[in-house]
T-cell receptor, first 114, second 114 residues
Framework: AQSVTQLGSHVSVSEGALVLLRCNYS??????LFWYVQYPNQGLQLLLK??????LVKGINGFEAEFKKSETSFHLTKPSAHMSDAAEYFC????????????FGQGTRLTINP | EPEVTQTPSHQVTQMGQEVILRCVPI?????FYWYRQILGQKVEFLVS????????KSEIFDDQFSVERPDGSNFTLKIRSTKLEDSAMYFC????????????FGPGTRLTVT
């Protein structure tokens, strides 16, 4: 069965600092991996996705993530945090073979300090 | 930009009552999903729906739950007899293709069962 673990339910960084949100997955077959962001009172919005092409994936708003099979990780990074990045971030996994559901991690709340 | 909408944004109901949560998916999408997030817990898959039938459901989706596409635009989740533990945020999502591709999420309905 698939699962996702996000290390750190709450991450706080200063504006302009590196953002690193950690995600590790477990999947018995090659996974598809996603990062979603949720701003207050809004739905989940796709940031980026890994679908077995390039291991370094670039998304919206300057975020990127690297798929590392050996580490079963898909950490999300952004070189320089902006105040508008404050939100909840969810990592999710789905399997290629016929699965339609997304399996989510517990989420990481990102706070940006001025 | 097309978006998934959900109504109501917040529903309060008494234990044992029936509730219907409504979703309007993106108009050309054919695959529909419900997820829920109990406060402080992970976003969990409930059910996927295609061609007027359930294509996959989780263990959570028991006989108390049902889904329906009553017309060409709405997608509903019904809980027949609500329990306290049904209190959660319920997210609707839609996709234009099956499998692990982007699912577009609505803003959610917060259900409070008292």
């Amino acid at each position: 069965a698939q699962s996702v673990t996000q290390l750190g339910s709450h991450v706080s960084v200063s504006e302009g600092a590196l953002v690193l949100l950690r995600c590790n997955y477990s999947s018995s077959v090659p996974p598809y991996l996603f990062w979603y962001v949720q701003y207050p009172n809004q739905g989940l919005q796709l940031l980026l996705k890994y679908t077995s092409a390039a291991t370094l994936v670039k998304g919206i708003n300057g975020f990127e993530a690297e798929f590392k099979k050996s580490e079963t990780s898909f950490h999300l990074t952004k070189p320089s945090a902006h105040m508008s990045d404050a939100a909840e971030y969810f990592c999710a996994v789905s399997e290629l073979q016929g699965a339609q559901k997304l399996v989510f991690g517990q989420g990481t709340r990102l706070t940006i300090n001025p | 930009e097309p978006e998934v909408t959900q109504t109501p944004s917040h529903q309060v109901t008494q234990m044992g009552q029936e509730v219907i949560l409504r979703c309007v998916p993106i108009s050309n999408h054919l695959y529909f999903y419900w997820y829920r997030q109990i406060l402080g817990q992970k976003v969990e898959f409930l059910v996927s729906f295609y061609n007027n039938e359930i294509s996959e459901k989780s263990e959570i989706f028991d006989d108390q739950f049902s889904v329906e596409r009553p017309d060409g635009s709405n997608f509903t989740l019904k809980i027949r007899s609500t329990k306290l533990e049904d209190s959660a945020m319920y997210f609707c999502a839609s996709s234009d293709r099956p499998g692990p591709y982007e699912q577009y999420f609505g803003p959610g309905t917060r259900l409070t069962v008292t």
